[in-house]
Structures are given as C-alpha cells and as structure tokens.
C-alpha cells in the first residue's frame, strides 16, 4: 500500500541490504497447485527476493507478507541510481528489525499479483493471450500455499516468523491456520480475520469503477503487444478511481488534516471553477496516487485480490477462530492501530480472545499513531521495538528447544 | 516532609512472589494483572511449569516483558478484562494493584469471571501506625515503594484488611486462605492481622 511516507519517518539510510534484484521461480510444474475453490493451477512462476544468509539448520528464516498492492522489491535498491527502496526497507538490514545478519528474509510477490508473480496480466498457455478474467479465482490460502511452497524449494520446513500488515496480516493468519507447523511465530499487523462489511463495501466501489470503465472490454483490455508496461491500456480511470477511494482508507482523519488540511493547490484564492479537479492539495494528491498508480499496477489484479481479501474468514472456514489458530504452536504478535478505521482495533482484539481461548501465547498491543492503517508501513522505530525482542526471544526459543 | 511521616511497608516484591509462587498449582494457567517485566510470570513459567499471560499498562514494561518471552497484553485494568475470555485461566493475580484502580469491585468481578481462583494482594492501612499517625499528626497514609503525596498517588483507594473482607462478602466471593505479612514476614494466623500487617495476600474463588 502506499509508502509515500516512508520518508516522513526515519529516512532509510544507504546501510541497508544495498542492491538486489527481484529473481524468479516456477513452482508447481511437476504437480500443480491444488486451489481452495478445487481448481487445479500450475505452473506457477514466483518473483521473489531475499536478503540475509540461511543457516545451515535452515532455522532462521522469516517471511514477509506484502499487502494488498505490495510487491516483492521489500527492501533495498534495484539499482545504484534507484532513487526508491524496497516498501518496508527501514525495518529489514544489517542491524534492522529484521536484522540480515541474523536471519534469512524472503518476501514473494503474491499469486494472482502483477509484480512478477502469475497473475491475470500473464500469458495463458492455452490461449497465448493474458488470463484476463479466465485466471482462475484465488484465495488468501492459495497465496500462503505458493509462499509455503516457495520457502520449501529453499529446504526450509518451519519458518521462524511469518511477518505481515493488512491483507499481509491475514495471509500470516491463514498460514498460522493451514500450515500450523511451519512457523515458530506470528507477526500479524493491523490486519483482522475476516474483512469488515466497511472493508467490502470500499472494495465493491473500488471495483465498480473498474468495471464501469469503457476500456475494462470484461478484463479483455491488454491489446495484441508482447511484453506490456502497465497503465498503457485498459481500465486507466476506472483503476485509478478505486487506488484514491482505497487510499482514503488507508489514512486518518487526523493524518490528511495535518498534512493537507484545507491548503489550495495553486495560489491562495479559491478559483470558483467547477471542473478545476486540483483546486484543494488533497484532491492534488489523490489524482497524483491514482496517476501512479495505474503505471504499477493491473486492474484485473486490483480486482481478484480484493475479491480474495473480500472473502477471507477464518472462523468461517475453520468453524471458529479458536479452532483456527489454535493448532500452531506458534508465538503471536498482534498489533492493531488507535487511528486504523479499515481495520480497527477491535478486528485485532477479536483474535486475541480467540488465541487466549485456545491457550496460544499471544503478545498484543494497541499503537498509537496518526497514519490510520499506513501506520504498520510508517511507524518502523515503534514496531523495531517490539519486533526485535520478540523475534530474538522466539529465536533463543526455538534453539532451546532443539537441542533438549 | 515524606521523610517525617509513617509509610506503610510494602513488602519486597521476591517475597510477595514467593508467597504467590506458593499458592499456585503446578502446570495451571495463570494471568497476572499488571505483570509488570513479567519477572513473576517467568518464575511461574519455569519453577511451576504454568502457561502464562500478563497484562501490562506500561509501554516500556511490555517490552521488557517481551525480552523476557512472557506473552502480554498491554491494557488498562480500568477499561476492564474484555480481550480475556471466560474461565479461560485458573489463576488470576493481582498484587499490589487493587487499591490503585478506579473500580475495584468490578475488577474483581471480572477476575472471577475469567479464573477459577484469585490471588490478590492488598495493603493494609489499618495498621496500628497509620491509626496513630492520623490521629497524632493529622495526616494521609502513604506506602514506601509509593511515597507520593495525597494528590498524586496512584493509590486510590485506602483499605485495611476488614474493610477488604467486607469487599470479598458483598462480592460473593470466599476467602481460601489470608496470609497477612508482618514486617516482611508471611504470617498466618497472627493475632491482630488488621493491627499489626503491612499487607496481606487473599486467595478467593466463588463463594
């Protein structure tokens, strides 16, 4: 989601991981994936980077979950002259949260996703055209599954964390739920266990302005080209429509008044001009949030993905959250945010319940911060804090562990 | 001006956890209120074999407790236990806190829901010298570990060991066992408890 501020707090220093480069795997290919709604998919090709060096035990992995627009490019640079890092880099490198000195980090891009990972801008085999809408409907499950599967290709059985925020967190939960014995800890950031009816009602709108676009053809809009850059064809306003509304979301009241409040965007008179669309800054900044958004992203994506997080319920699919996560031994770390209205505090502390009802070992606090749901991207110093004891103590835990 | 006056003696905390430690069954679940770094829930981890939770208000103490392994929550005892589910313990502890929270019958209430059993630890402030010193010199009662005036303790709330027994009967609860500490010494049984302890550790379950 968006990282613009990432800036605004803790410049990230040049003594990160440095340089990196996204790199690419095909999963799946012998056997295919085995989807929750029954289909069979594969293969699968996974975009994927990694930083830090694996043990010899193979024990000290973590693995990040982006959220709803992440990608795999989670820390460093892609080149000398990039003049962005990776979205979480202020919490992963030498000396970081997720120290690379000590632990192996892997972050994918997820399935169904237009970072490099398969999704519906892809090319079908059977058809030699793009998926577009003939890409078979996916789950929070089926991501987890195809991370699981990329960890594995690695030798790795039991990661020592699984860290994520928003749909990211729910992707750490349904891990926690369907792979229970392949994690030591939990790391699940303003993220809850199923989405509100808020959450799927911004989702639909978002969704609706893409399929009420002209250019949205019924996700048949990718033209006859080879190679495609995104944002040159398709639903371009209907995507960026729903990238502003979602953005709104992702912020707080408190948040946009401080950092727009009523400012113009030209001069200090009101224009009296109707169609003027830029007249106040934060209708500047949403038009510019859409605007790059359209250049990253695939609209077929935007919709399979929220469509995913739109369906993730875990006490429904398990019968109860306590029975959900309550057959991992794994640590959890929760955090929700005191001005996060997309997921409130109260989605996090629904989990909570149900891990002290099935007598998990659960850490959990309410931050406080002014982003709204941004805040686990931005706020690095304070979840540093928590984060690196708890994966050290998880650690020392599980070392423990093995050798009695 | 503190320096003049009689505090009452709080006892030290490696006694009141071993008192503590002593009442709670091995491989029990447990929730300390107000478990502080969580060095009592660590001891109970690893000397009794419990499963262990704290819940902490302090920022920084949580993370000291997050050093320490232990799992915890970090919430206001006044906003009430609503995370916690039903029976889902069988120890609740609250030591040295009851006196400093804004609805103390409540917070018992509440223990009583979520834990078969309650251990509670009180100051006593009818301690012949704070008698004394009210009628004597005129003035408030303060504690050692919180020798803070009357205008910014956290101590909200004055109790002597009778006055906490009249709490437990209007609460419909049952005292177990009340070991009073006298000068730092775990005394069941003493005579003149509510005369002589500086605090008193109450195990109670439902009545």
């Given amino acids: ?404 | 001006m503190a320096a003049k006056r009689y505090c009452v003696a709080d006892p030290e905390a490696a006694l009141i956890d071993r008192l503590i430690l002593e009442q709670v069954t091995q491989n029990s679940r447990v929730l300390d209120l107000g478990c502080g770094d969580g060095r009592l829930l660590c001891r109970l981890r690893d000397e009794r074999n419990c499963s262990i939770q704290g819940i902490e208000l302090d920022h920084s103490r949580v993370v000291e407790a997050i050093h320490k392994g232990v799992p915890v929550l970090q919430a206001d005892l006044d906003e009430g236990l609503g995370e916690v589910p039903d029976a889902s313990f069988d120890f609740a502890v609250l030591s040295q806190t009851l006196q400093q929270v804004l609805k103390p019958q409540d917070l018992l209430l509440q223990m009583l829901r979520v834990a078969r059993k309650i251990l509670v630890v009180v100051p006593n402030f009818g301690h012949w010298r704070v008698r004394l010193q009210i009628l004597l010199q005129g003035r408030a009662p303060m504690t050692t570990a919180l020798p803070y005036d009357w205008y910014n303790t956290p101590n909200l709330h004055f109790l002597s060991m009778l006055d906490f027994r009249d709490l437990v009967e209007e609460t419909k609860l049952r005292i177990v066992r009340e070991i009073p500490v006298i000068r730092g010494n775990p005394s069941p049984n003493a005579w003149a408890a509510n005369l002589r302890a500086d605090s008193a550790l109450f195990v109670l379950e439902q009545a």
């Fill in chain 1, 1 to 404: 989601m968006a990282s613009e501020f990432q800036s605004a707090n803790g410049q990230p220093s040049d003594e990160g991981v440095g340089q990196v480069r996204t790199q690419f795997v095909d999963l799946f290919v012998s056997e295919p994936l085995v989807l929750e709604s029954g289909e069979k998919f594969g293969p699968i090709t996974v975009a994927y980077e990694t930083y830090g060096e694996l043990t010899p035990a193979n024990d000290n992995a973590i693995f990040v979950c982006h959220a709803l627009t992440g990608d795999a490019h989670v820390a460093g640079k892609h080149s000398a002259d990039d003049k962005k890092f990776g979205w979480w880099d202020g919490l992963i490198g030498p000396g970081r949260a997720l120290d690379t000195r000590k632990y192996f980090v892997i972050c994918a891009n997820v399935l169904g996703g237009c970072q490099g990972t398969t999704g519906p801008s892809d090319v079908n085999p059977a058809t030699g055209r793009p998926y577009g809408m003939l890409f078979p409907f996916i789950t929070v499950g089926d991501m987890v599954a195809v991370h699981l599967e990329l960890a594995r290709s690695f030798g790795i059985e039991t990661l020592l964390a699984v860290i994520g925020g928003s749909l990211g967190g729910m992707q750490v939960l349904k891990w926690a739920a369907r792979y229970p014995e392949t994690l030591r800890s939990a790391i699940c950031l303003a993220a809850a266990a199923n989405l509100s009816a808020q959450g799927i009602a911004f989702n639909a709108v978002g969704r609706r302005a893409i399929y009420a676009d002209p250019q949205f053809h019924n996700g048949d809009y990718y033209g006859t080209g080879g190679a495609r850059k995104h944002g040159e064809e398709g639903p371009r306003y209907g995507l960026a429509l729903a990238r502003m509304l979602a953005h709104i979301t992702y912020l707080s009241e408190l948040s946009i008044e401080r950092k727009f409040g009523r400012r113009l965007q030209h001069g200090d008179h009101l224009a009296y001009e109707l169609q003027r669309e830029t007249e106040f800054q934060i209708e500047s900044y949403l038009h510019y949030q859409g605007k790059r958004f359209i250049e990253r992203f695939d609209a077929n994506s935007y919709l399979y993905l929220t469509r995913a997080m739109d369906y993730f319920d875990l006490a429904v699919h398990y019968g109860s959250l306590e029975a959900a996560l309550g057959k991992t031994e794994a640590r959890f770390l929760i955090t929700s945010y005191n001005t996060d209205w997309l997921f409130p505090s109260t989605q996090s502390q629904e989990i909570v319940t149900s891990l002290l009802r099935a007598r998990r070992h659960v850490t959990y606090l309410e931050l406080e911060s002014v982003f709204g749901h941004d805040s686990f991207l931005i706020e690095i110093e304070q979840l540093e804090q928590l984060v690196v004891p708890f994966l050290a103590e998880t650690y020392r835990h599980a070392l423990r562990t093995a050798a009695s």
